[in-house]
């Protein structure tokens, strides 16, 4: 997955439930990125990250909590107090500087 | 706080001629501009960059155009090939450790 791992590719949800989305990287990038995507619309920005142990919150990032503990992991979780969790969820990794994103597959969260 | 726009947000083009994406920023502090590709089911990929001090920049078939001063920048792929057909997001950035912002996005068909 060209360095950075989404892992699970699909994911159902009940109602009420917390459930977490999970980012490797292996490219020693500095900072991590979460961007949600709905059908036949941008990349809304969720949470990111620029250095372990320090996040900030994104667009939209109610319902939504991260954690950055090791370099190599970004995990988001999606509460209960996420009205509408149904969406395409991508997670990202850039190098110091302004170079690019690498992004991961994408898990594809459905709330049933 | 950094807003991009983008249109056309469909565009079919004949295989063989040329497409223009054009994307508007806010933020006169942005200084970098790169642009995704995503395929139907498949993560975005930086196609190519621009940065604040370049006023244009070709890589093959495609090429972008910035024009600080009013705050435009461009994708342009000439020569387009049904493989070709995706989506085309455009975005914007301030600094070195900055958060990008995505454009909506532009879907191009380019019919054989």
């Known amino acids: 997955d060209g360095g950075i791992t989404q892992s699970p590719k699909y994911l159902f949800r009940k109602e009420g439930q917390n459930v977490t989305l999970s980012c490797e990287q292996n490219l020693n990038h500095d900072a991590m990125y979460w961007y949600r995507q709905d059908p036949g619309q941008g990349l809304r920005l969720i949470y990111y990250s620029q250095i372990v142990n320090d996040f900030q919150k994104g667009d939209i990032a109610e319902g939504y909590s991260v954690s950055r503990e090791k370099k190599e992991s970004f995990p988001l979780t999606v509460t209960s107090a996420q009205k509408n969790p149904t969406a395409f969820y991508l997670c990202?990794?850039?190098?110091?500087?302004?170079?690019?994103?690498?992004f991961g597959s994408g898990t594809r969260l459905t709330v049933v | 706080g950094e807003n991009v726009e983008q249109h056309p947000s469909t565009l079919s083009v004949q295989e063989g001629d040329s497409a223009v994406i054009k994307c508007t920023y806010s933020?006169?502090?942005?200084?970098?501009f790169p642009w995704y590709k995503q395929e139907l089911g498949k993560r975005p990929q930086l196609i190519i960059d621009?940065?604040?001090?370049?006023g244009e920049k070709k890589d093959q078939r495609i090429a972008v155009t910035l024009n600080k001063t009013a705050k435009h920048f461009s994708l342009h792929i000439t020569e387009t090939q049904p493989e070709d057909s995706a989506v085309y997001f455009c975005a914007a950035s301030k600094t070195s450790y900055d958060k990008v912002i995505f454009g909506p996005g532009t879907s191009l068909s380019v019919i054989p």
């Open positions: 990202a990794s850039s190098p110091q500087g302004n170079y690019g994103y690498t």
């Open positions: 933020d006169s502090a942005s200084n970098y």
């Open positions: 621009i940065r604040s001090n370049v």
